[in-house]
């Protein structure tokens, strides 16, 4: 994705990690438009994804990084739009309070990592940049795939995942959050609070079809990351 002004000077690294203060590790300084272009970049690389999701409403925004604290991948080409750089994509995660069915449909409370948007250009899928962003990820938060929680991934979200990290199976949940086998091991490393009085049953279907400087994780999953820096 094109702009108007020079994306090399936004962001210096090719992979850059935006937090709630839309700063990245390194800014062009003396500059007072540097905020409100950023802003601009993230909003349309929101619009474009929802557009691709067919989502009434974009779900990443500047105004939505701002008052959540979720970390934002944003990858780049350096010597698109003219050697003024290129927005290719991003990826944005943040932890989530999730109320989740394991195998055995009990209820459990836990606050994962979860992908909440990822976008590739659609003229830029399917040379590796998906896997490249997703993979810079994993790194700077330290986590694994499968202890991740995928906020309704469509279904080229979901062949990715099965291509690159051998995730298939889901565990059908009664919310729009899909986790994988794996999600529930205690190797995970993730904490679970047992949910007492269950009542509520997982209907046949409920599964979705699969149509971050870190992050501060929770007390309940230590995770960091000293990174700096479709699907």
Not at 100 to 129: K, M, W
Not at 161 to 186: A, I, M, T
Request: hydrophobic share 35%; with cysteine.
């Amino acid at each position: 994705m094109d702009f108007p002004f020079d994306i090399n000077q936004l962001f210096a690294d090719r992979i850059s990690v935006l937090d709630q203060n839309l700063t990245v590790a390194r800014k062009a300084w003396g500059r007072p438009d540097t905020h409100n272009q950023i802003a601009t970049v993230i909003d349309e690389l929101g619009k474009a994804s929802a557009k691709a999701q067919q989502l009434a409403t974009p779900i990443t925004s500047a105004a939505k990084m701002q008052s959540n604290r979720h970390h934002l991948y944003l990858l780049k080409d350096r010597e698109g739009n003219g050697g003024r750089g290129m927005a290719v994509g991003f990826l944005k995660v943040g932890y989530k309070k999730l109320f989740l069915l394991n195998h055995r449909g009990a209820h459990l409370e836990t606050e994962p990592l979860c992908v909440l948007d990822f976008y590739i250009s659609e003229s830029l899928q399917r040379h590796g940049y998906g896997k490249e962003i997703f993979n810079y990820m994993l790194e700077c938060e330290r986590v694994e795939p499968q202890q991740m929680a995928f906020d309704r991934p469509s279904p080229k979200f979901q062949s990715f995942l099965k291509k690159h990290y051998s995730l298939e199976h889901c565990v059908p949940q009664v919310n729009n959050f899909v986790v994988f086998d794996g999600f529930f091991r205690e190797k995970s490393g993730t904490s679970f609070t047992r949910v007492p009085c269950v009542t509520d049953r997982v209907k046949q279907g409920s599964c979705v079809e699969l149509r971050c400087h870190p992050l501060s994780p929770p007390v309940s999953a230590a995770v960091s990351c000293h990174c700096t820096g479709s699907v």
